[in-house]
């Protein structure tokens, strides 16, 4: 199959193409050798990220994975304990990264909607014993992907926030749609970030670029993530390439978000009218719906059917909901043949 020919392709926010805008700002951007720290549209994108996420520095890497395993390896040391939610991508989708590149474990809570406490997190925080691990660090997934595109809430993550500092744990938040909470709960992304240890921003989600993240971090880390980077082979060269398509991103595609924030909702609305299928309300651009039990079709024959009859992608997920992911490339009319084609098939 190629993707191409899909009329509305609501997998992921990471299906987005750079557009005609994206692509100027790209071809335009002033060059350099990134990996000599001469490249001028890295440098300014890097500047333009500690801002907005309140970090004393910023490090531009070219995928989420890679800033989040950059920061982890950075707070463990080979044995310690990082604690997580059941559905983090840290845990699910890394490639069992941090066993690799922090030499550290998982400890996975699993609480409602992909938010905890810092009660969960105190219950969770290992012993000062010899059997055990030492707990390095806590990773808040801001919004929380699995836990249907949520929001953390100030309660909770403050919570969090105080345990952490309270026994000398690190913060890491996996913001991949960071800017997604922002726009839902109407802050700056710093709201959190500031707040942090470490914080990663994804431009390949919602802000519609082909690749590009950057981890949030104070100055005194700068050094060592640049170094791990390197390790990793993320270090580019003519960098500004896709520097100026991020720069792009954040003046141009972020006021957007509550766009495909609305859609969801509205998608949301149309799927609460149908027999035979449960969903919880979407905070932000990811709907995520459960078929009844015994029905006729699930998830995966579902999703195949929409795909052939209508041309409309959604994803099974692996615990058998469906999800189904608004972003820049799908308007008023996607969601409108969308709504159809579900109609059509559950009715
Ligand atoms: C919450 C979260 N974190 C990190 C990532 C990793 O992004 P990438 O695959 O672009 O490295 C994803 C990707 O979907 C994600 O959803």
């Not at 997998?11 to 002033?30: H, K, N, Y």
């Not at 500047?47 to 996420?53: P, V």
């Not at 990082?82 to 699993?110: K, M, P, S």
């Not at 744990?169 to 970030?193: F, K, T, Y």
Request: hydrophobic fraction near 40%.
């Amino acid at each position: 199959m190629d993707a191409n020919d899909i009329a509305v392709d609501l997998v992921s926010d990471t299906a987005t193409r750079p557009s005609p805008g994206m692509l100027q700002a790209m071809t335009s951007a002033r060059l350099g050798d990134e990996q000599k720290g001469e490249d001028p549209t890295v440098r300014a994108l890097e500047e333009r990220a500690a801002d907005l996420l309140g970090t004393e520095s910023a490090l531009f890497v070219p995928s989420a994975t890679m800033a989040n395993q950059i920061a982890l390896s950075l707070h463990a040391k080979p044995g310690d304990e990082i604690i997580c939610h059941r559905t983090a991508h840290v845990y699910n989708y890394e490639t069992g990264g941090t066993a690799i590149t922090a030499a550290a474990q998982l400890h996975v809570l699993d609480t409602p909607r992909g938010i905890f406490t810092g009660e969960d997190v105190t219950r969770a925080v290992r012993a000062d014993y010899p059997h055990l691990s030492d707990t390095c660090a806590v990773v808040v997934e801001n919004t929380s992907n699995g836990g249907g595109g949520t929001v953390w809430p100030d309660a909770a993550f403050d919570s969090v926030l105080e345990v952490c500092r309270t026994r000398d744990i690190a913060l890491h938040i996996d913001g991949a749609r960071l800017c997604n909470a922002a726009a839902a709960a109407q802050v700056e992304p710093s709201h959190w970030g500031a707040r942090a240890d470490t914080v990663q921003l994804c431009f390949s989600k919602g802000l519609g670029c082909p690749f590009g993240a950057v981890l949030g971090l104070p100055q005194g880390m700068w050094r060592a993530a640049r170094r791990r980077k390197q390790s990793l082979g993320g270090a580019l060269r003519q960098g500004g390439v896709i520097a100026g398509a991020m720069l792009y991103a954040l003046e141009h595609n972020r006021p957007k978000l509550v766009d495909d924030h609305r859609r969801a909702a509205a998608l949301a609305e149309a799927l609460a009218e149908l027999p035979g299928l449960s969903l919880a309300p979407p905070e932000t651009n990811l709907v995520f719906f459960r078929l009844s039990a015994g029905g006729e079709l699930d998830a995966g024959a579902f999703c195949r059917r929409l795909l052939d009859e209508h041309s409309v992608r959604m994803a099974p997920t692996i615990d058998g909901r469906v999800r189904a992911c608004f972003h820049l490339d799908v308007d008023d009319q996607g969601l409108a043949r969308a709504i159809a084609g579900v109609r059509a098939i559950l009715g």
